[in-house]
Antibody, heavy 116, light 107 residues
């Protein structure tokens, strides 16, 4: 069974750093792109970017380029989304998804709250 | 940046037909996918590759594409179809993008 399990909810202060994770299982992790999606409170889905675990090829949506970093550790079948300096506007639910032309399996989501 | 435009809301009575459009210049170059999201839940794929219905999705859901517009149709709407719906495709560089989202209200 394909599963993507994300790390737990986070509460941070503005300016702090953060790295959330997404562990895949039940399939060949290195053979499928992993994408990250943001959903701000009461708002729509926004595509952040994708990474190919096989060679770490990473592509960002223009709106998120330079704002976040996507990475992967293939040895533990885990993808990451990280911020170096959080803003209150980063408060959102973040989903990872296995991507094969489109997101076909989703993680449960990680709620990130940034507040002073 | 590239955008996929959807109407913010669609209201429909039970048993009627709901149509949701998704407009984007690059739609002719990539497949369109449609997702349903209910409050507090992960999105669920309801239409794949413009018009294919995944296993387990009711026959009342259908999709079609024509040029720069894709359409999701829900025929014989039921109360359980009340949700947010998002189209998803890619821009000319192959970067994925979601539509702006449509809230379907069943009256």
């Amino acid at each position: 069974e394909v599963q993507l399990v994300q790390s737990g909810a986070e509460v941070k202060k503005p300016g702090e750093s953060l790295k959330i994770s997404c562990r895949g299982s039940g399939y060949s992790f290195g053979a499928y792109w992993i994408g990250w999606v943001r959903q701000m409170p009461g708002k729509g889905l926004e595509w952040i970017g994708t990474i190919y675990p096989g060679d770490s090829d990473t592509r960002y949506s223009p709106s998120f380029q330079g704002q976040v970093t996507i990475s992967v550790d293939r040895s533990i079948s885990t993808a990451y989304l990280q911020w170096s300096s959080l803003k209150t506007s980063d408060t959102a639910m973040y989903y990872c998804a296995r991507t094969h032309g489109h997101p076909d399996y989703w993680g449960q989501g990680t709620l990130v709250t940034v507040s002073s | 940046s590239y955008e996929l435009t959807q109407p913010p809301s669609v209201s429909v009575s039970p048993g009627q037909t709901a149509r949701i459009t998704c407009s984007g210049d690059a739609l002719p170059e990539h497949y369109t996918y449609w997702y349903q999201q209910k409050p507090g839940q992960v999105p669920v794929l309801v239409i794949s590759k413009d018009s294919e219905r995944p296993s387990g999705i009711p026959e009342r859901f259908s999709g079609a594409g024509s040029g720069t517009t894709a359409t999701l149709t829900i025929s014989g709407v039921q109360a359980e179809d009340e949700a947010d719906y998002y189209c998803q495709s890619a821009d000319r560089s192959g970067i994925y993008v979601f539509g702006t989202g449509t809230k379907v209200t069943v009256l």
